[in-house]
């Protein structure tokens, strides 16, 4: 199922997507009903834990960083012309984060994604410091629910009792 058709920036020196059995998809996902993700199809996930989805309306990504859904393409050669482009990579992939995390020896083998040991939603920076190779399911579905708890918070909420250990 390659989505992307032509060749990834040279400068980047790790895959900038993954893909995953459905089964990894449906357990990773499992928490973030509260985004409704009724009839969406998972196409490809960033080195994050991202997940773009395919429903008969659109293209949809689940960004497990900002904890939202939206509707980013009409169709997938949409997505794929978008996901070629340096832009479209830095926006959608982090192309400049994973590059980073690459070269200080941080790299996820193939069940795994970056996960943040700090989430960024709790005050975590988005550094390559903060970055860890994780396993994908439980990245992603732990993401969901801290989202999940924290979604309906004022912002500048402040959040304790959270450990990185």
Do not use: C
Request: no cysteine; net charge negative; aromatic share 8%.
């Amino acid at each position: 199922m390659g989505f992307l058709r032509r060749k990834q920036q040279p400068d980047v020196p790790v895959k900038l997507t993954r893909q995953f059995p459905p089964k990894d998809y449906a357990a990773a996902l499992e928490s973030w009903a509260f985004l409704d993700l009724e009839g969406a199809t998972p196409l490809l996930t960033s080195q994050f834990g991202d997940v773009v989805l395919a429903r008969e309306d659109g293209v949809y990504l689940l960004d497990v960083v900002a904890g939202t859904l939206t509707r980013e393409w009409d169709d997938v050669d949409a997505m794929a012309d978008a996901l070629e482009t340096p832009a479209g990579q830095e926006r959608y992939l982090r192309r400049s984060l994973v590059t980073a995390a690459y070269q200080k020896g941080k790299v996820p083998d193939e069940t795994q994604v970056y996960d943040f040991a700090k989430p960024p939603v709790l005050g975590g920076a988005l550094t390559a410091d903060n970055l860890a190779p994780t396993d994908f399911v439980v990245t992603v579905n732990l993401d969901g629910q801290i989202h999940e708890q924290v979604r309906d918070l004022p912002p500048g909420t402040t959040i304790r009792g959270f450990s990185q250990d």
